[in-house]
Structure formats: C-alpha cells, structure tokens
C-alpha cells in the first residue's frame, strides 16, 4: 500500500540532522479497482436498440392481372437532387410541380390529395402515392417520404424506377 521510508542523515560534523521523510504511494489497488469498475459498466450497459423502420413488401407472386386504380387517385412524387421533390398528379406529366420536404411542403401536397379523393370518392384512403427516387436523390430522402406515408397515415404506395420520358421533362 503505501510506505514511509525514513532516512537518516549525518552531517561532516558528526550531528544528526532532521529526519527527511519520504512518502511513497503504491497505486496498484487504484488501478485494479479503475479497471474493475471500468469492466463492471462495460459489462452492465446495453448497447444502443436499433430502431428499424417497418417496410411492407409484396409477396413474390406472378400476378396475371395486374391491379389498377383511377388517374385521379394517384400523385406521383419524384425525388431529385437538392432536396427537391417533383410531383405531379395522375398522368399529367407536363404539369410537373416542384416542393421540398418540409412540413409545409410535402406533408402539405399529401393531405390536399387526400381531400381531393375524399371529396370525389368518399374516403380519402383511396389516394394511392407512387414514389420514383432518382439517382440524384439519397437515402436520406426516401426516407422522409416514408415518414410521410406514415405520419399521413397513407396505406397505398410503392417505390418503382422513373420512366425515361419523366427524367427527360425534368432534364435528370
């Protein structure tokens, strides 16, 4: 632990000076217990949950008829480079509109679209989302556009290639 060595010295002159004391602290208990502790809430801690988000995918099926749905219940949301989203509704691929992912911009486009359905259909979980991500586009913003579906509570979307006709009308 720790020990004090004294020591004696004696002057030319045959006296005895002070004692000088030295004091020497053995840290080596310090350490064991540092480490101890150290692997102690190394051992106790949980790593961090990943938190996955929830992707529904269709079943691996050949489908001879496949489904379709009215023009007027579909927005297509093309997502570009900069943070720029390009949407367009039905077919209509020469009114071409361009927002972002703000609250104010996208979460705002999806609920208009599901009013407009709900107005002509009825019920506004009709509307049915088709998102195109580009090569431009990151990862980042596909998934704020599934954030979107889910905070909008849209159950009808599906994440397909663009078509060449579309990136040539918006020069992608």
């Known amino acids: ?3 004090i060595n004294a020591s004696v010295h004696n002057n030319k002159r045959g006296g005895i000076r002070s004692k000088k004391l030295s004091t020497r602290v053995d840290l ?18 949980t790593m961090q949950d990943s938190h996955a988000m929830k992707l529904n995918v269709p079943n691996d099926r050949d489908v001879k008829e496949p489904s379709t749905t009215a023009e ?27 927002t972002d992912y703000s609250p104010s911009g996208l979460r705002i486009i999806i609920q208009q679209k599901m009013e407009a359905v709900k107005k002509q ?17 990151n990862y980042q913003n596909l998934v704020n556009v599934l954030d979107e579906m889910m905070i909008n ?18 020069q992608l």
Request: aromatic letters at 12%; a negative charge.
């Open 1 to 3: 632990m720790a020990e």
């Open 28 to 45: 080596t208990p310090m350490v064991d217990l540092g480490f101890l502790l150290i692997t102690f809430f190394i051992f106790t801690t």
């Open 72 to 98: 007027s219940k579909t927005i297509s949301f093309i997502l570009g480079a900069d943070n720029v989203i390009y949407y367009y509704n039905g077919l209509n691929k020469q009114g071409v509109r361009q």
């Open 121 to 137: 259909f009825g019920h506004s979980g009709e509307i049915v989302v088709l998102i195109k991500p580009t090569d431009a586009s």
């Open 153 to 170: 509570n849209v159950r009808k979307y599906m994440m397909i290639d663009p078509e060449k006709d579309e990136l040539r009308v918006l």
